[in-house]
Structures are given as C-alpha cells and as structure tokens.
C-alpha cells in the first residue's frame, strides 16, 4: 500500500515539473519571436521613412543594425549564432 501512494505521489510531481519546463520553454520560444519581429518592424519603419534618400537610408540602416547586433549580443535570449542569424536575415531587408 505504501508502495502505490509513493508510486502516485512520485508521478504527480513528475506531471508537475514537466508541465512548468515546456511552459517555460514556450514562453521563450515566444519572447526570442515578439524581439524579432519587433526588430523587423522598426527596420521597415525606417527603410519607409527615408525611401525618397537612398543613401541616408543606407546609413541609417547599417547604424540601425550595429544597435541591433550590440543588443542582441547583451541579450540572454540568444546565443552567438543566432545573432548572427538575426543580424543577416534584417540586412537582407
């Protein structure tokens, strides 16, 4: 008897802790998301608002990607590699 409510016992904290980690996981899967599409936003506001000025829109968009880099690199999301992706994907922008 005393083996069955350890058994229970044991598979009830096991449900726990396995649903607060992929609850957790989701929620940084969507953070990394939410940063990124924050970050392809503000690009596009900005390519829009200098559209007519082709080279201050070049400058502005190399400064823009050099805070990006620097922010992702502090940032505890993301690893090296990611950044670099990031950083790629918004250049080609």
Same mark, same amino acid.
């Given at each position: 008897?005393?083996? %069955? %409510? ?10 726990? %802790? ?7 996981? &989701?929620?940084?899967? %969507?953070?990394?998301? @939410?940063?990124? @599409? +924050? ?14 000025? &082709?080279?201050? +829109? =070049?400058? +502005?968009?190399?400064?823009? =990607? ?5 922010? =992702? ?7 090296? @590699? ?5 950083? &790629? ?5």
């Amino acid at each position: 008897m005393e083996f %069955v %409510v350890i058994f229970l016992a044991t598979l009830v904290v096991a449900y726990i %802790v396995l649903r607060k980690t992929n609850h957790k996981i &989701k929620q940084t899967a %969507v953070k990394k998301n @939410e940063i990124i @599409e +924050q970050y392809e936003s503000e690009l596009q506001s900005l390519i829009e608002q200098y559209k007519d000025d &082709k080279i201050t +829109q =070049l400058e +502005q968009k190399k400064r823009f =990607l050099k805070q990006c880099n620097d922010e =992702l690199s502090r940032n505890i999301f993301f690893t090296n @590699e990611e950044s670099s992706i990031i950083i &790629k994907r918004l250049a080609e922008i």
